[in-house]
């Protein structure tokens, strides 16, 4: 009777069992509504760029065709034309790859991303960068822009080490939006590339720092002819709308001008500070060294433009340093360095977004009318002394006078380092942006100027004055179209052969057109 029992309760607890292994379809639709895991191990993003360019700025040298950086009118043999009209479209890819193992709680992660560019129609079946569009392709064209690895060993605290964003802000460059590092510190003005190092921060509630050390180059490893760069930024939170930092960086340079992009060379005497528009210190042949510190302060307000109507940030940075010079055998001292950098940007929100308002972006360097005649250069030294570019001032709104961040291959502008050439300048742009449709249709027009310090040799100080616009449609999630346009009236400055790359007379004033699409993905 015993056995009968439970053959009889099992017989009827069968068709819960088998019940209880099928979902109900209410329930099963809410399974497969539920997002995957939000913290996975590997992330992909991406940035997908493309823009139809017309204007007429080119390079008269063939081989630049493919990339051309650095100051218009330079060693770039970039020059304008009142009948080529060049017209063309760029594409960029800059895809990041992350991963995370939870094998170790999500205190290590691996950065990797990379960089694929290209103007439509350029080359196939070859290798290099910034170029494989032809048709059939097959060009092996990929360049690694970072990879690095982050250490967390406590909340608060992180170590980079690796190829990482070399960037002058105290943020983590992987951690912030790239406008709220346009727009705080230093503003990439002095340092804004990637460059391979050890850099050690710490974020807590008020302040944050960081301390890094890059090697910029290594050269001959049996020699003392490297580059170091050294640096300490400390920044402090006054109140939820107030921050202020301060400084100090450091650059050891013993490599004599070795090392550096493809011919060009890097540091003080390099064709490269010519090709990028610092001031290129006429050594010649005799070897050199040199010691260069920056010294910095800086605040910003109200950096999100949302807690108040009213926004600012600012920043002033003196660099000073030493050169020597060997003399037969013995090294003697060379001229020294000592120039001042300032900034200065004031905002008024008037609207509900951020979109809504208007700005002034002023901007100060000192200049040095003789170079290094009186054995001293009192003009500016930036990042673009030793790298191309090392530096970035991209976040005024300018187009042509100050270069913009809208570019692939090709980035080009009458000033493309602050120390404009070692002269210096006083200027700035002014801009008035509004959101037509809130997050949606936006609009902009600015202008933008500036005065050189220092007359260069038959020319005057007045370089120019720019006209610019911008229509923006955001077509989805981080999907948007944009339409801009730019025109630089040159001034008096570009009647001197030195500046306007040996015209006898000013050249024809540059513009430019851009359809933009661009999209970032994750």
Known sequence: MHYRQLLLLALLCL????????????????????????????????????????TNIFPTNDFLQGQVIGRLFGQNTTTTSDSLRPSFFEQRILPFFIYKPKLFDNRVI????????????????????????????????????????????????????????????????????????????????????????????????????????????ENTIQRADDVHMMEFNYQ????????WGGSVYYVRDRSNGQGGPSILGQGLNSTLAAYNGTYRFPFG????????????????????????????????????????????????????????????????????TPNDALYLDALFTSGDDNGIADDHYSGVMTGNTWATPGGLNVGHGGYLLFPHANVVNRYVA????????????????????RDFIPYK??????????????????????MGLEGNFKLGYTIGTLMELELHGAYLWLGDFYDSRAVNGGADERPVNPYTTLVVFKWLMF
């Open 15 to 54: 068709p819960l069992l088998s019940a209880a292994q099928v979902i109900p379809p209410y329930f099963k639709q809410l399974e497969e509504k539920i997002p995957q895991e939000a913290d996975k191990e590997f992330q992909y993003i991406a940035f997908f760029y493309n823009h139809y360019n017309n």
């Open 414 to 433: 009458a000033i493309t380092d602050i120390s404009n050439m070692g002269f210096g300048l006083t200027g700035g742009t002014f801009n008035i942006s």
């Open 236 to 243: 402090r939170s006054l109140g939820t709308k107030w921050h």
């Open 441 to 462: 249709l936006n609009g902009k027009i600015g202008m933008a100027t500036a005065i050189s310090n220092a007359a260069p040799a038959n020319g005057g100080q007045f």
């Open 285 to 352: 042949g005799t070897d050199y060294r040199a010691d260069v510190a920056w010294l910095g302060t800086y605040f910003d307000y109200n950096l999100s433009r949302m807690s108040d109507t009213w926004f600012a940030s600012g920043y002033a940075n003196y660099n000073l340093g030493r050169t020597q010079l060997l003399e037969g055998e013995d090294w003697e001292a060379g001229p020294s360095i000592g120039g001042l950098g300032a900034n200065l940007r004031l905002g008024y929100r008037y609207g509900k």
């Open 110 to 217: 691996l950065r990797a991303s990379f960089e694929i560019d290209f103007t439509w129609g350029d080359a196939a079946y070859g290798t290099g960068g910034n170029s494989g569009s032809a048709p059939s392709g097959d060009q092996v064209n990929l360049q690694t822009q970072n990879i690095e690895v982050e250490f967390i060993p406590a909340p608060g605290w992180a170590i980079n080490l690796g190829l990482q964003r070399m960037f002058d802000p105290p943020y983590n460059p992987y951690r912030t939006f790239f406008d709220d590092m346009l727009h705080s510190s230093y503003r990439l003005n002095y340092w804004g590339t990637d460059g391979v190092g050890i850099t050690l921060r710490r974020d807590a509630d008020y302040y944050r720092w960081k301390a890094g050390f890059f090697q910029l180059y």
